[in-house]
């Protein structure tokens, strides 16, 4: 029998895929891996840690080229330290965003 109960309001999808990033007011794009993605937020595993609150542009490029880039703007919620991935940092989706305006250093 199972128990299970979905209790979150979205279903998160298990992904690994390269993401990159910019916090807003900074000019350098970092990279990482998105653990996860869900309707409403995505977790990033990655080197930089960006502190809570920030705002954040993020592109997710599928590994087939049939998929378009997801390109959205973030802000943090969380930022954990994993020693095994650097950082795990939790976004809640903002707003999805053309191509045209993800700014400098994204395709």
């Known amino acids: 029998m199972n128990d299970f109960s979905e209790k979150r309001s979205f279903y998160r999808m298990a ?33 930089q840690e960006v502190p809570v609150n920030s705002s954040m542009t993020v592109q997710i490029t599928p590994t087939q080229a049939i998929t378009p880039p997801l390109t959205a703007q973030v802000e943090v919620v969380r930022n954990e330290p994993d020693s095994s991935v650097g950082n795990r940092i939790a976004c809640r989706i903002i707003k999805l965003l053309a191509d045209d305006e ?6």
């Open 102 to 107: 993800a700014g400098p250093g994204f395709p």
């Open 15 to 47: 992904v690994n895929g390269p993401v990159k990033f910019r916090v807003n007011g900074d000019s350098a794009v970092s990279t990482g891996s998105v653990l996860n993605l869900s309707s409403s937020g995505l977790l990033i595993a990655s080197e």
